[in-house]
């Protein structure tokens, strides 16, 4: 089947077999590998996407039921004046080692910026209490978005 949404800012269209998840869709078939896929069950965030305002994770979302949507994926969240604030604080912080969970984590800190003011240090745990990240011990992640 074919799928139409808009992602990134950009209205695309592919062919997608059933069952194929959004993640999959991003990765394989539009030459998007930032979304990264560490688990495919939902439990680590590393592919996590904005769909329709929603922070999801793409994996567990099926390619078919994005048609019509709109999808921001890492790759939409910087634009030509350069990194996102969220990115610049992780990076400025320290805050990312071997790299697999940063994009999924950016994902979340854009969302909660997007939706949240000036959030606390609590509300950026809860943000990304879905994102696991193996290396940092989140401190310096921690660090740099609570500097924003
Ligand atoms: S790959 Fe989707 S949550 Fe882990
Ligand atoms: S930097 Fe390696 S998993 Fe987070």
Same mark, same amino acid.
Not at 99 to 123: E, M, N, Q, W
């Given at each position: ?6 992602? &990134? ?5 592919? /062919?997608?077999?059933?069952?194929? %998840?959004?993640? %999959?869709?991003? /990765?394989?078939e539009? *030459?998007?590998?930032?979304?990264? &896929? ?6 680590? *965030? %590393?592919?996590?996407? !904005? +769909?329709? *305002?929603?922070?999801?994770? %793409?994996?567990?979302?099926? =390619? =078919?039921?994005?048609e ?9 969240? =910087?634009?030509? =004046? *350069? ?6 604080a992780?990076?400025? $912080? ?10 999924? !984590?950016?994902? $979340? ?18 943000? +990304? $209490?879905? &994102? !696991?990240? /193996? ?5 310096? !992640?921690? /660090?740099? +978005?609570?500097?924003?």
């Amino acid at each position: 089947m074919i799928v139409t949404f808009d992602l &990134n800012g950009e209205s695309v269209s592919t /062919r997608v077999v059933l069952a194929t %998840s959004l993640l %999959s869709m991003l /990765r394989d078939e539009l *030459g998007l590998p930032g979304s990264k &896929n560490a688990c495919e069950e939902g439990e680590c *965030g %590393s592919c996590s996407v !904005i +769909l329709d *305002g929603e922070l999801v994770c %793409s994996c567990l979302v099926m =390619a =078919a039921d994005v048609e019509g949507s709109v999808v921001t994926t890492v790759e939409g969240v =910087a634009d030509e =004046a *350069g990194l996102h604030p969220v990115q610049q604080a992780i990076l400025d $912080a320290g805050g990312v080692q071997c790299g697999f969970c940063t994009p999924g !984590i950016v994902v $979340a800190a854009k969302d909660l910026f997007d939706r949240v003011d000036s959030p606390t240090a609590d509300d950026i745990k809860e943000a +990304l $209490a879905g &994102n !696991i990240c /193996r290396c940092t011990g989140y401190g310096a !992640i921690l /660090r740099g +978005l609570e500097s924003l």
